[in-house]
């Protein structure tokens, strides 16, 4: 993913989704606070993105929007998703996360909307 995304102080809305990446999810994109601080929505759905969730996804205090859908995703779900932030919506479909979901996902109580269809979730 182009690294000047980071210099876009600005940007609410961040749609890279459909552009057949084959790379992990840059832990960079979970400073969002420090280089994104105003981003709402993280949109990164039907790539081919490996590895994990970055953990550091968790800290965004404005992301109100995850879709990770349709990649190659793997590993547990990071526990404090959404802990921090006006979380509404969440789809983590299609790739192969597993472990349990964690149960403090948005407990400010705020979210709407969790898929987390076709994965290996126990």
């Known amino acids: 993913m182009p690294?000047?995304?980071?210099?876009?102080?600005?940007?609410v809305?961040?749609?890279?989704?459909?552009?057949?990446?084959t790379c992990k999810i840059?832990?960079?994109i979970g400073l969002l606070k420090n280089f994104l601080p105003k981003l709402e929505v993280l949109q990164l759905y039907n790539n081919s993105l490996t590895g994990r969730i970055p953990e550091v996804v968790s800290n965004s205090t404005?992301?109100?929007?995850?879709?990770?859908?349709?990649?190659?995703?793997t590993g547990e779900v990071p526990k404090d998703l959404g802990k921090w932030?006006?979380?509404?919506?969440?789809?983590?479909?299609?790739?192969?996360?597993?472990?349990?979901l964690p149960t403090d996902t948005c407990i400010?109580?705020?979210l709407l909307y969790f898929f987390a269809l076709d994965n290996m979730f126990s």
Do not use: R, V
């Open 85 to 100: 932030s006006p979380m509404i919506a969440i789809d983590l479909s299609e790739n192969q996360l597993s472990g349990e």
């Open 26 to 28: 840059p832990a960079q």
């Open 108 to 110: 400010g109580g705020k």
């Open 13 to 21: 809305d961040l749609d890279l989704s459909g552009n057949f990446f």
């Open 62 to 73: 404005t992301l109100k929007i995850l879709s990770l859908y349709g990649n190659s995703l």
């Open 3 to 11: 690294a000047f995304i980071g210099n876009m102080t600005s940007l």
